[in-house]
Every structure is written in C-alpha cells, then in structure tokens.
C-alpha cells in the first residue's frame, strides 16, 4: 500500500482508475464532478489533499473539450487546497495532433492552391527567395516570377509609344523611361493628373481628351501591376498544442504522465517534467505470446510518420518490416488531392501486423489492410496504442479486410467491444500504476522504457 497518495480519477475513464488504484492498494478517492444546468463544470474533492502528492486520471477521449476544462479545474482545486504536487496522468493527451504547423521552405502554412494559380505569371508566397545562410551568395531571386512581370511592362510600353494621338505627360513619362515606382500609387498619380487640368481650365477641347488618355493609362498601370496573393494562402492557424500546455501549467500541474504522444516535439512545450510511456512492451508482449511463429510474420507502418515506431518492434522481434507510402496528387478534374497508396515491401503469403499509434476514423489502417491483401497477405492484424474509433469507424472496421484490431484502453473501448468482434482490448492499467507508484518515491522510471 502507497501511502500519503491521492489518486483522483475524472469522468473521461472511471473503469482505468479503478484499475490503477487496484494495483497501487488504495481506495479511490471521493470527488464530485456534474455540471450545472447552464454547462458548466462543477468540481467538488471530499477529502482532505493538503501535503499529499495528488495524482489525476483523465483520458482525452470522447468529449474532449470538456474532459480538458474538467483537469483543470481539478487541479486548480488540488493547488488551492494546499496540495504538495500535482501530476496530471493522461493515457491519451488530448489536442496531441496539433502540436505545430507545417512549414515550407518560405515560411509560410503548406496549403494547396487551385491549378489555374500554378503560373509563373502570378506572384505567390511559395515563391519569395529565401534568406541566404551565412559564408553562401545571395539567392537569385524570385526565378520565374519577375519574367512575366516585365512582359507585361514592356507590352504596356510598346502600346503606348504606338498611340501617337496620345501627349507626353508624366504618366507617360514613368512607363516610358522604365517601369513605375513603388510609390507612384493611384492617388498620386490622380493629384499629379489633375494639376495641368486645373492650370489650363480655359484651354480647348484637344486637352481634356488628353487627360482622358491619361486617366486611362493610369488605369492599365493599376491593373497591370496588381498584387494578387495566392488564394491557398492561410493567413494564421492557431497552435493549440502550445496553448493546452500553457493551460496545463497555469492551472498548477507540477508533472505530466502520458503515453506514446502522437509527436514526440510536444514535450518541448512544456517548463514542466513531461514522462511520455511507451506501449510498445505491451505490443511486443502480445506478438510474442499471440501470434504463432510471428517470427515469420512482416510489421508493416501505415505511413511514413510511423515508420520509426514500427521499426523499433520489428527489430526487437527480429522480425521483417515494410512501408506503406502514400503519395498525393492533385486530379485534374477537381481541386482534391487523391492519396495513392503504394508497399514497399513484401507480404506475399504471410501475416502482415499494423502498427500505429492512434486510430481515429480508422481510414488509414482500413485502406492499408486492403492493399495488403490485394498484394497477397494471408491476414492483417492492427495493434493500435489509442483505439479512439470515432465515427463511423467500427462499421469501417466491420466490413474492412482487417482479420484483427488490438488497442489498449487509454481510452474505454466497452461499447467498441460490444459493436466489434474484432477488437480485442489489452490493459495498460500496471503501467501507469508502476510509473505512478515510482514517481513518488522518487525512484526512476527508465525501467518502464527497457523493453528489450
């Protein structure tokens, strides 16, 4: 039995918590969590945490948005009630797909633009020269884009000088002795403009023709030299990876406990200690003591993202590994990118395993166990870290070419396992027991990452 411990277990997986204080001995903790009538959540602890290491459960599973608002508020609840330390336990972090944005070799947020943009013609962000590394020459500028410019200025000089009914004026001027200046914007050349009209009031009617001409060419230079940004162009995207750590550490939590984020980089959002679990011993544990003669079976990672994940099982098992390698193209007849779906590998005649880390709507693992099939596995299992299955996902799962799904229950898979026969579920509850039990006796966690 641990002692002068609290574990506190919110309402995202009472059955996870149950579990945990099983294997640490203690009973679970009394604490009150409804919501009044408007919404809000109401948190209430019913014993005393004052000097006690308070440890909370809550998975980011289900409804996010209010699992979140109720952690931190129950650890502002522990803080203000004199608690020695606070350590948010999350089997599943929640927001943990949205840790940073894509850049590009500009800066700015990959974005597809539509095809007919695609022309040298138009100016686009993508196509800014970058800023040159220091001891390297200077960059050559923007290839491909200021070509088309400078046709356009030139046409726009050769019509003018064509027109010889047209009079000098220094509208005329500007295109004639080069291209227009930065600051020769429409409102200055108006002014400037309508200066000779105002001093030659009395003159004849050859004149004001003259100042229609110029009034035209003004408006071509202002079409011609238009700024138009590439539509695809996202002007910002908010970073809730960054602002749910800095949530998680004003609200007062001193520790994080999770397992297998979805980006490793996340744990450098935080001024606080981050342990990120792995559930790559269970996996193994179960390929071992499951699978017969798995030595002969073939990972295989749905993506690239994953590709280091898979790896790491398949040589601590000894085992053959593949790649699935999805390429997007953009069709001609729409805007949608269309993800073509190659192996690199072989899985002819052999048992082919999955593995990733979540599976959400469950469309990754579903399309990559039918190209498995269709180059020749005998079966496709899918061992799965967090089984969210959101959706429309179990009914995937039921008619896809999946023979097995093996998740673990960082989040509550009952009613997956009531609409599923082919889930089968495997209990971390031990290993943030152990993890739980090891951080507040200060001993070291590193043996829950020996999975050799």
């Known amino acids: ?15 996870l918590n149950e579990t945990v204080c099983n294997h640490l001995g203690i009973p679970p903790s009394n604490i009150l ?32 948005n209010d699992h979140l608002m109720e952690l931190l508020i129950t650890i502002s ?28 070799k500009t800066g700015a947020p990959l974005a597809k633009a539509p095809t007919t943009f695609n022309k040298p013609d138009f100016y686009t962000f993508e196509s800014r020269p970058q800023t040159p590394h220091p001891h390297q020459p200077e960059s050559l500028g923007l290839n491909g884009v200021t070509d088309g410019l400078q046709k356009r200025f ?18 005329r001027a500007r295109f004639i002795n080069g291209t227009p200046k930065r600051s020769d914007t429409l409102d200055s050349q108006r002014s400037e403009s309508e200066a000779p009209e105002r001093e030659v009031s009395g003159s004849s009617l050859h004149n004001s023709h003259a100042n229609d001409d110029a009034q035209s060419v003004v408006s071509s230079s202002s079409k011609t030299s238009a700024f ?55 996996l193994k544990k179960y390929i071992q003591y499951n699978i017969p003669d798995f030595k002969e079976a073939v990972i295989v990672s749905p993506d690239a993202g994953g590709a280091k994940r898979a790896t790491a099982i398949a040589d601590g098992l000894g085992m053959d590994f593949a790649l699935i390698h999805k390429e997007r193209r953009p069709t001609r007849i729409t805007d949608r990118q269309n993800a073509t779906m190659m192996l690199v590998g072989d899985v002819a005649s052999r048992l082919a395993i999955l593995v990733d880390d979540l599976a959400d709507t469950s469309n990754t693992i579903t399309r990559a166990a039918k190209l498995l099939k269709k180059e020749g596995a005998t079966a496709v299992y899918a061992l799965i870290t967090h089984g969210v299955l959101s959706g429309d996902a179990i009914d995937r799962i039921n008619a896809s070419a999946l023979d097995k799904v093996v998740v673990t229950n960082t989040v509550p898979q009952t009613e997956h396992r009531k609409r599923c026969p082919k889930l089968e ?28």
């Open 1 to 15: 039995m641990v002692r002068n411990i609290v574990v506190l277990g919110g309402s995202s997986h009472p059955q």
């Open 33 to 64: 969590l409804s919501k009044f009538a408007v919404g809000e959540t109401r948190v209430e602890i019913k014993e005393s945490v004052r000097g006690k290491d308070v440890y909370i459960l809550q998975s980011g599973g289900g409804k996010v």
């Open 77 to 104: 609840a522990c803080k203000t009630a004199s608690a020695k330390q606070v350590t948010a336990v999350l089997p599943l972090f929640p927001y943990s797909r949205q840790s940073d944005l894509p850049y590009n």
């Open 154 to 171: 030139s046409k726009t000089r050769l019509d003018e000088s064509s027109s010889p009914s047209s009079p000098y004026t220094p509208q």
């Open 228 to 282: 138009q940004p590439q539509p695809g162009y996202k002007q910002w995207v908010a970073q809730a990876g960054t602002l749910v750590a800095d949530l998680l550490t004003c609200a007062g939590a001193d520790h994080i406990i999770t397992m297998d984020l979805h980006d490793a980089q996340y744990q450098g959002f935080f001024d606080i200690p981050v342990d990120n679990l792995y559930a790559r011993p269970i």
């Open 425 to 452: 579920v495997l209990d971390v509850g031990y290993t943030f027991a152990e993890a739980i039990r090891r951080v507040h006796h200060g001993e070291s966690i590193s043996v829950l990452f020996q999975y050799e």
